[in-house]
């Protein structure tokens, strides 16, 4: 079974930077679409960036033009650069398969923007 590790998050000031990893460990597919996903206590988790297998990656517009998703196929691994963090950018971030791909969540990292 496919199992999901987030790292990297933090506490980091308003307008600072932090990278985000995601290793998928077990069967884990390369040709998946792969997700980064936030949320916070009380709400719905929300999309954050997707990524082909190819490389070509999408976000959401609350984040376009600062955050950056990569993957490294070989190492079942999905990066993301988050730079100009914004207080509302405080969340538990999460990876995963997009769709029915889906596996079941990993713990997340905590990230957290504060000055």
């Known amino acids: 079974q496919v199992q999901l590790v987030e790292s990297g998050g933090g506490l980091v000031q308003p307008g600072g930077s932090l990278k985000l990893t995601c290793v998928a460990s077990?069967?884990?597919?390369?040709?998946?679409?792969m997700g980064w996903y936030r949320q916070v206590p009380g709400k719905q988790r929300e999309f954050v960036a997707s990524?082909?297998?190819?490389?070509?990656?999408g976000y959401a517009d609350s984040v376009k033009g600062r955050f950056t998703m990569s993957r490294d196929n070989a190492k079942k691994t999905v990066y993301l650069q988050m730079t100009d963090l914004k207080l509302e950018d405080t969340a538990i971030y999460y990876c995963?398969?997009?769709?029915?791909?889906?596996?079941?969540w990993g713990q997340g990292t905590q990230v957290t923007v504060s000055s």
């Open positions: 077990g069967s884990a597919g390369e040709a998946y679409v």
């Open positions: 995963n398969a997009m769709g029915p791909a889906q596996v079941p």
């Open positions: 990524i082909t297998s190819g490389g070509n990656a």
